[in-house]
Nanobody, 123 residues
Framework: VQLQASGGGLVQAGGSLKLSCAAS????????MAWFRQAPGKELNFVAG????????KYEDSVKGRFTISRDSAENTVYLQMNSLKPEDTAVYYC?????????????????WGQGTQVTVSS
């Protein structure tokens, strides 16, 4: 499986962005999926995860109520809708596929990664 993340950009605080992650090769329709992010000088952190069927989701505390993860199995794509963005959301965002659980917050247990897309939120 090869993943392609897109949708990042520069936005003002309070604005919105929608990230997409599509499989360029293979399919992840039977896999748990997640988004991680890495801010400058910081470690890679879990943002949100979604189960194979899309019915179960987990969010990191700081994004609850602002971000929504979803998936379209027919389009082989997972999304991250980000609203009410804050400067501290500035990071490179990565999608990941195939872990034992959609709740897996350790990056080491995810098998496949997209190339990352930059999100910059100005104050």
């Amino acid at each position: 499986v090869q993943l392609q993340a897109s949708g990042g950009g520069l936005v003002q605080a309070g604005g919105s962005l929608k990230l997409s992650c599509a499989a360029s090769e293979g399919t992840f329709s039977n896999d748990n999926m997640a988004w991680f992010r890495q801010a400058p000088g910081k470690e890679l952190n879990f943002v949100a995860g979604i189960s194979r069927g899309g019915g179960l989701k987990k969010y990191e505390d700081s994004v609850k109520g602002r971000f929504t993860i979803s998936r379209d199995s027919a389009e082989n794509t997972v999304y991250l809708q980000m609203n009410s963005l804050k400067p501290e959301d500035t990071a490179v965002y990565y999608c990941a596929a195939r872990a034992p659980s959609y709740r897996s917050t350790a990056s080491s247990v995810w098998d496949y990664w997209g190339q990352g897309t930059q999100v910059t939120v100005s104050s």
